[in-house]
């Protein structure tokens, strides 16, 4: 493993650190609800933060499971650019993209994405750690795990990473141009529609991405 | 509904997103692909955007922006672990020294 491996390894263990830090969250906040199994259940079988925290607030505000599943369905929107994004950068066959996929989500697919080597390599990897950090969490969540100071500073791992990912993605200058645009235009429209979300943010950014019409 | 159907709903749900584009559906072209093509920088620049209004402690809190500030001080190394550890200094940094 040369330096530079070393270093993006390296740079794997705060993002890990702090999915498995919001996975003691859920574990704490799911087991009031739904029941300590069906916590870690849901953790083993979703592995997805903004769905997993979106059913179990809706289901302790009383809301019926259709209405949660539709929920869960409009947040996964979110995985189809990220998957269209990795796909022409995965090796193998249908069943090889088929199995790494469960390891797709936003923090993994953007390490992949923006790694230098092998995307398949670094989504399986970051994906597996980020899974396991995720379900231990939830264990210890579960348990009644006490986090002190972590869960702050495990926030701000998220907006760092992006901010690196956008970063590190942007090649040339018009790439620099877009994300700027991207990046100010989902401030706005977050202070003026918190309820936007990421999927409001990611419209945005597609936007910005629109190709002019051929002449 | 019954615990265990939502749970086993909601992961097949996830799973085929996930699995779409992945891995099933035909890749874009034309319009459609340049638009992917030109993704990545912009979607995570608003994904930031998104973490950064998340936090707890809001856009307005000075170690949040330190964080963010420092990263973006590091973009030019151009190194994953350099940005990360920029970022996550600056916050230890700056909230050490506006205290608690």
Same mark, same amino acid.
């Given at each position: 493993?040369?330096?530079?491996?070393?270093?993006?390894?390296?740079?794997?263990?705060?993002?890990?650190?702090?999915?498995? =830090?919001?996975? =003691?969250?859920?574990? #704490?906040?799911?087991?009031?609800?739904?029941?300590?199994?069906?916590?870690v =259940?849901?953790?083993?079988?979703?592995?997805?933060?903004? /769905?997993? %925290?979106? !059913?179990?607030g !809706?289901?302790?505000?009383?809301?019926?499971?259709? /209405?949660?599943?539709?929920?869960? #369905?409009?947040?996964?929107?979110?995985?189809?650019?990220?998957?269209?994004l990795?796909?022409?950068?995965?090796?193998?066959?249908?069943?090889?993209?088929?199995?790494?996929?469960?390891?797709?989500?936003?923090?993994?697919?953007?390490?992949?994405?923006?790694?230098?080597?092998? #995307?398949?390599?670094?989504?399986?990897?970051?994906?597996?750690?980020?899974? !396991?950090?995720?379900?231990?969490?939830?264990?210890?969540?579960?348990?009644?795990?006490?986090?002190?100071?972590?869960?702050?500073?495990?926030?701000?791992? %998220?907006?760092?990473l992006?901010?690196?990912?956008?970063?590190?993605?942007?090649?040339?200058?018009?790439?620099?141009?877009r #994300?700027l645009?991207?990046?100010?235009?989902?401030?706005? !429209?977050?202070?003026?529609?918190?309820?936007?979300?990421?999927l409001?943010?990611?419209?945005? /950014?597609?936007?910005?991405?629109?190709?002019?019409?051929?002449? | 509904?019954?615990?265990?159907?939502?749970?086993?709903?909601?992961?097949?749900? $996830?799973? +085929?997103?996930?699995? +779409? $584009? $992945?891995?099933?559906?035909?890749?874009?072209?034309?319009? @459609?692909?340049?638009?992917?093509?030109? @993704?990545?920088?912009p979607?995570?620049?608003?994904?930031?955007?998104?973490?950064? $209004?998340?936090?707890?402690?809001?856009?307005?809190?000075?170690?949040? @922006? +330190?964080?963010?500030?420092?990263?973006?001080?590091?973009?030019?190394?151009?190194?994953?672990?350099?940005?990360? +550890?920029?970022?996550?200094?600056?916050?230890?940094?700056?909230?050490? @020294?506006?205290?608690?």
């Amino acid at each position: 493993m040369n330096e530079r491996t070393q270093l993006e390894a390296a740079s794997l263990v705060p993002v890990v650190l702090a999915i498995g =830090v919001f996975g =003691v969250i859920y574990g #704490a906040a799911a087991s009031g609800v739904i029941g300590p199994v069906p916590a870690v =259940v849901s953790s083993l079988i979703v592995f997805s933060g903004a /769905a997993q %925290f979106s !059913l179990v607030g !809706l289901l302790a505000s009383g809301a019926s499971g259709l /209405a949660v599943l539709a929920v869960v #369905a409009i947040l996964a929107l979110r995985h189809l650019p990220l998957g269209a994004l990795l796909r022409p950068r995965l090796e193998g066959g249908l069943a090889a993209r088929m199995g790494r996929a469960w390891f797709l989500v936003d923090e993994t697919a953007g390490l992949a994405i923006a790694s230098g080597g092998s #995307a398949s390599r670094t989504l399986l990897v970051a994906g597996a750690f980020s899974y !396991l950090a995720w379900v231990a969490g939830t264990v210890l969540g579960v348990m009644g795990a006490d986090l002190g100071n972590l869960e702050s500073l495990a926030e701000v791992v %998220f907006p760092v990473l992006f901010v690196a990912l956008a970063a590190l993605t942007a090649r040339r200058r018009p790439d620099v141009v877009r #994300a700027l645009v991207a990046g100010a235009a989902s401030l706005l !429209l977050l202070a003026v529609w918190p309820g936007a979300g990421a999927l409001g943010c990611m419209a945005v /950014a597609a936007a910005v991405c629109v190709p002019g019409k051929p002449r | 509904m019954n615990i265990w159907l939502l749970l086993v709903a909601a992961g097949a749900i $996830t799973y +085929a997103s996930r699995v +779409a $584009t $992945t891995a099933v559906l035909p890749a874009p072209e034309g319009r @459609l692909g340049v638009m992917i093509e030109r @993704l990545p920088a912009p979607l995570f620049a608003a994904l930031a955007a998104v973490a950064l $209004t998340d936090s707890a402690a809001g856009i307005d809190d000075w170690p949040v @922006l +330190a964080a963010v500030v420092g990263a973006l001080a590091a973009v030019r190394t151009r190194s994953m672990f350099l940005i990360l +550890a920029a970022g996550l200094v600056s916050h230890a940094l700056v909230g050490w @020294l506006v205290g608690p």
